[in-house]
């Protein structure tokens, strides 16, 4: 089976506008994947083809990623444990050339509740989350940045049938996030995603706007 998902993305701050394209295979239980994640129209005609990656996962075991203009790998890896009954998903990234390494690691407490860590070793970069969904539709998350000693807060909540509309505030930006992601008024093969970006520390002035429209193709 091979998947193909394309999506056009632009905005009305500067000339943030292109293509970003994902062709994957499934041969087995692996899935191989070509995308190109920053496809830009440099010129209003001539594409520039900057972000070629491709991938090899075996879903929930790794997926390594190769970045062929950077000529850089990134590895991760992937488990699921028990402790005290409590399903814990934890998360290995190594990106070669910037020798970073971050671990990711989620407590699920409930069907409702979870909480999550991530800490790229070596460095004072950990941010702590808890993430709560009431009845199924609105989603809560408030995030403390260890390294910044800020607060981050990010509210969602599904409506008509399956868009969502949501929210996000980092306090030591001060910058507000409105996003809308829309399925209900085109068909169950494509999506279109609306985002508005507010930086209250400069006072008020028009949003960074972007439009993103994505669609999914199967053979």
């Not at 292109?18 to 070509?34: D, I, N, Q, S, V």
């Not at 996962?57 to 990623?65: A, L, N, V, Y």
């Not at 807060?153 to 409506?159: G, I, N, T």
Request: proline share 3%; hydrophobic share 40%; net charge neutral.
């Amino acid at each position: 089976m091979m998947n193909a998902a394309v999506s056009f993305i632009g905005g009305t701050n500067g000339n943030k506008k292109g293509l970003a394209a994902t062709l994957a295979a499934h041969p087995g239980e692996l899935k191989l994947r070509a995308s190109l994640s920053d496809t830009n129209f440099t010129d209003g005609s001539t594409l520039n083809f900057d972000d070629l990656l491709l991938s090899v996962e075996k879903p929930g075991s790794f997926i390594i990623d190769f970045d062929i203009p950077k000529k850089d790998v990134q590895f991760q890896f992937m488990n699921t444990f028990k402790v005290e009954a409590k399903q814990v998903n934890w998360t290995y990234t190594h990106v070669r050339n910037e020798r970073r390494t971050v671990l990711d690691g989620t407590l699920l407490l409930d069907t409702a509740n979870k909480l999550s860590a991530s800490h790229e070793l070596g460095s004072v970069n950990c941010k702590l989350k808890y993430t709560h969904v009431h009845k199924g539709l609105t989603t809560f998350e408030p995030c403390y940045d260890l390294a910044k000693k800020s607060w981050d807060l990010a509210v969602s909540r599904r409506v008509l049938g399956g868009d969502l509309i949501k929210a996000t505030y980092e306090t030591s930006s001060q910058v507000l996030g409105v996003e809308w992601s829309c399925s209900s008024l085109i068909n169950e093969d494509g999506m279109i995603k609306v985002s508005a970006s507010f930086n209250l520390a400069e006072g008020l002035h028009p949003p960074k706007l972007n439009v993103q429209s994505m669609w999914n193709f199967q053979a």
